[in-house]
């Protein structure tokens, strides 16, 4: 068991752990972050009863007791999406003499391998707890004082800013219509077959989706693209901890009367046919020109860099950048204000999820429009670096209220 582990090796595991956070794999989300240090903590500390689904989903990303784990996968897309970061860090050189945290499949209890040495022993990778100079006296009356000083600040200052009125953030900002009332939210999301959807005017097929509209509609309609998964996770787990009740609807199955009855979230662009529908007429709106797919700005027509040429399946296309649009439309079809999330490709639909449960990046956003927004329809740009097959942080490009 873990909490066996001799406590340098507890030390050399944290001192690991710390590494691995730091890497550009994990750096930029504080999702897998928060639960790979969770489940290793929790196995170091000899706790690993408590390491399950509903514990984790409660504990990491603040759901309620009582939440659907079959409805609400976080914690299992979490996971997975940590064993495969795992995995590419430890593949890269210079790693392979490094202890290993490891996940075996179908658990969430972290697995500790020491790298050893050519006699055998497990080879320590912090050095040994430093000795305390003989003759050097330690005044432990002089350490409860400095504690007690310490200890009255925190409870003043607690004080204090518990009696300072709450700032509202960017955050709060953009998603009070959303949560003004109590109708129950709508989270649309698109399986394979949405593309092929009929009588939406869509630019014609590459090859890629003319290959899946060649398949059974039955098989299309149950698979959706890991992108829109992981960013209807990022949004529903969002929604739950604010308490708001929501609803999953495939696109295809989603009628209008579907879409009046509260507020909506579309994820997705031109896979989602409710977005092709909803969100044209923008000063920002996807466009395809051949090979090119970009975010064009109606102020500049011209003006065409947010752009990625291909697909990332096209072969010999090395995909660095993916750029995405997030729109909140007070939508007059509807009557119901209207958030869509999406990328030119999977990696910026990823991001736009990330931006929206983020106030850094929805403070960006806040200060180049210049504009009282909060009641007001808004659109926002965003660029990612692709990194591997991971969307990095994202960056405010451009923000536009009307």
């Not at 005017?201 to 509609?217: F, G, K």
């Amino acid at each position: 068991m873990s909490s066996t582990l001799p406590l340098v090796e507890r030390d050399a595991v944290r001192e690991q752990m710390e590494r691995i956070l730091a890497s550009h794999y994990f750096r930029n989300s504080k999702r897998f972050r928060d639960f790979l240090r969770c489940t290793v903590e929790h196995a170091l500390n000899g706790s690993t009863e408590d390491v399950k689904e509903r514990t984790l989903g409660i504990e990491v990303f603040g759901r309620e007791p009582d939440y659907d784990t079959s409805l609400d996968p976080v914690v299992r897309v979490s996971a997975a999406e940590v064993r495969k970061r795992l995995a590419q860090y430890y593949q890269l050189p210079g790693h392979e003499h490094e202890a290993r945290i490891e996940y075996p499949l179908r658990s969430y209890v972290p697995e500790f391998v020491f790298p050893k040495n050519d006699d055998g022993p497990a080879a320590p990778l912090v050095p040994p707890p430093v000795a305390v100079p003989q003759g050097r006296e330690f005044r432990p009356k002089r350490w409860e004082l400095l504690f007690a000083i310490l200890f009255s600040c925190v409870v003043v200052s607690a004080f204090i800013l518990w009696k300072l009125p709450v700032r509202e953030t960017a955050l709060d900002r953009y998603w009070e219509p959303i949560q003004a009332g109590g109708a129950s939210v709508l989270l649309c999301i698109s399986d394979t077959n949405s593309p092929t959807a009929p009588a939406l005017n869509l630019p014609p097929p590459d090859a890629v989706t003319t290959t899946v509209a060649s398949l059974p509609t039955w098989y299309r309609r149950n698979h959706v693209a890991y992108p829109d998964t992981f960013a209807l996770t990022v949004l529903a787990g969002f929604l739950g901890t604010k308490g708001r009740t929501f609803r999953v609807r495939r696109a295809d199955d989603a009628n209008l009367q579907d879409l009046q009855e509260g507020p909506v979230i579309l994820i997705g662009g031109r896979n989602n046919p409710w977005s092709v529908r909803l969100d044209n007429g923008r000063r920002f709106s996807f466009i395809r020109d051949g090979n090119l797919r970009y975010i064009s700005d109606r102020d500049n027509p011209l003006y065409k860099q947010w752009s990625v040429q291909g697909t990332a399946q096209d072969p010999g296309v090395a995909t660095t950048q993916d750029y995405a649009l997030i729109s909140r439309i007070f939508d007059p079809t509807t009557g119901r204000p209207l958030i869509t999330a999406a990328g030119i490709l999977g990696y910026g639909t990823e991001a736009a999820a990330e931006c929206l449960t983020d106030n850094t990046c929805l403070a960006q956003a806040d200060e180049m429009a210049k504009s009282d927004w909060k009641h007001k329809n808004f659109q926002i740009v965003i660029g990612t670096a692709v990194i591997g097959e991971d969307p990095g942080k994202p960056r405010v490009l451009a923000a536009y209220a009307w």
